[in-house]
């Protein structure tokens, strides 16, 4: 049984100070639901969130983490750090930072080994450009980068990897994948899950859709069978809109 999470990736957006009346805001309309939730904010909110959440149920993540236990890296950010913190989950290799940052499927494949040796559950980013797309290489990219990006991780660790298919196209566009693409995508990763593990781990893993998921295309996203749950950018900014997403 695959329980549906929706998770909010604030990006670069909100101080301290809006994270926490966002967090007071949200919590007023929160109630206990049959969904996971949780909000991945930038680094100077998570302690914020995780104090202002203790208790609810509501999860906080990170949106990225270095693979090095520690070291000379000027402006990371280490996993233990985050534990420290408190944090449940961490984004790894979010389209941003893969176009922005020079993150590779090699440094998500590390990432992710890392995160994976402790108790944050990593949130896996894969998704095809427009031009893949329009060239009919949607399903060879995102299998690469599901190749690369988990080699050398266990059936078992697999099971803590949520997966979030982002196409790029459909990311901060107003431009939503039909939930036929979304479907048809998250079964095909479903399938290579397959391929790379086996029947029962593939069955575990939580797909998530990104791209411009809002209150009113969320429940025909959710209702789809393959998809377990949304990423959700931009409208997981505003407390109302998140919970609408996560009522669906
Ligand atoms: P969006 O972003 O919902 O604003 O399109 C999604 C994401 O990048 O995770």
């Known amino acids: ?56 149920g509501i999860g906080v993540g990170a949106q990225n983490v270095h693979f090095a236990d520690s070291g000379a890296y000027t402006g990371e950010i280490s996993v233990q750090m985050l534990e420290e913190i408190g944090v449940d989950y961490c984004i790894v290799g979010h389209s941003e930072r893969r176009q922005y940052f020079a993150e590779t499927d090699e ?40 190749e690369k990006g988990l080699e050398g991780i266990s059936a078992e660790e697999m099971r803590k990897v949520v997966i979030a298919y982002e196409p790029i196209w459909a990311i901060g566009t107003g431009r939503t994948a039909t939930p036929e693409q979304a479907e048809e995508m998250c079964a095909f990763i479903r399938q290579t899950l397959i391929d790379l593990y086996d029947e029962e781990t593939a069955d575990e893993v939580i797909l998530q859709y990104g791209g411009s998921v809002k209150p009113a295309n969320a429940s025909e996203i959710m209702n789809m069978e393959e998809i377990d749950g949304a990423l959700v950018g931009g409208a997981s900014l505003k407390p109302a809109d998140l919970m609408a997403i996560i009522d669906f």
Do not use: H
């Not at 108790?119 to 427009?130: A, D, F, H, N, Q």
């Open 1 to 56: 049984m695959r329980i549906p999470f929706i998770a909010g990736n604030w990006k670069m957006f909100k101080t301290k100070a809006e994270a926490a009346s966002f967090a007071y805001n949200f919590k007023a309309l929160y109630k206990g639901t049959d969904v996971r939730a949780a909000i991945c904010a930038p680094f100077t909110d998570l302690d914020v969130l995780v104090e202002a959440f203790r208790g609810t």
């Open 107 to 146: 440094t998500v494949n590390l990432k992710l080994k890392k995160l994976l040796e402790g108790p944050i559950r990593p949130i896996m980013c894969v998704g095809e450009s427009l031009e893949q797309r329009d060239a009919g290489q949607l399903f060879d990219v995102v299998r690469g980068q599901l």
